[in-house]
């Protein structure tokens, strides 16, 4: 089944402006992941957030946790060309930290 | 160099004819898996392993079979590959379980089925 939905399913802005994603979940997990996808390649790892941890910072990404809301949210500050790319939120939950579920990603293009 | 490797990595087969997808990883990882990726599906887990001869079903196992008997090595197996099994299928590795640790993927193997 289906965890994480991810919102908009398509984003497009200029470089240099901000780009935000959000990814709802539907049960409880234990963290949270954000990967990125360039076109039809293998997919790469950008962070992870705990379930007791509400904000995280990786150089120009930052991703907050509400877990009250099941949602999450990544924001790419001054984005750029090379940001373009598919961006997907995956969850592990309850008892299973074997299974990862992968929501339906977001298509980000950044026009220079 | 660290790498997920698959393959083949294109293949085109036809309905019925046994297939298996191999996946191999250098990270002396623990945790494999692999995943199917539809067009508005997103990546849907098939199978996991958390270590040598220890696998279990992800969301989509039906038609797929996998093995682990090393630990670099976890093969796809379509005993009997029908066409809506044609996807691009990704290997993933990790050191340890997938929801506590970085997910290493393979470069995607896409398969049609006719």
């Known amino acids: 089944s289906q965890q994480g939905e991810e919102d908009p399913q398509a984003l497009s802005i200029q470089e240099g402006e901000n780009a935000t994603m959000n990814c709802s979940y539907k049960?409880?997990?234990?963290?949270l992941q954000w990967y990125r996808q360039n076109s039809g390649r293998g997919l790469v790892h950008l962070i992870l957030i705990r379930s007791n941890e509400r904000e995280k910072h990786s150089g120009r990404l930052r991703v907050t946790l509400d877990t009250s809301k099941k949602s999450s949210s990544l924001l790419i500050t001054a984005s750029r060309a090379a940001d373009t790319a598919s961006y997907f939120c995956?969850?592990?939950?309850?008892?299973?930290?074997?299974?990862?579920?992968f929501g339906q990603g977001t298509i980000l293009t950044v026009h220079p | 160099e660290a790498q997920v490797t698959q393959n083949p990595r294109y293949l085109i087969t036809v309905t019925g004819k046994k297939l298996t997808v191999t996946c191999s990883q250098n990270m002396n990882h623990e945790y494999m898996s692999w995943y199917r990726q539809d067009p508005g599906l997103g990546l849907r887990q098939i199978y996991y392993s958390m270590n040598v001869e220890v696998t279990d079903k992800g969301d989509v196992p039906e038609g797929y079979k996998v093995s682990r008997k090393e630990k670099r090595n976890f093969p796809l197996i379509l005993e009997s590959p029908s066409p809506n099994q044609t996807s691009l299928y990704f290997c993933a590795s990790s050191k340890g379980l997938a929801g506590v640790n970085e997910q290493f993927f393979g470069p995607g193997t896409r398969l049609t089925v006719l």
């Open positions: 049960t409880s997990i234990n963290n």
């Open positions: 995956a969850t592990a939950g309850g008892t299973s930290y074997g299974k990862l579920t």
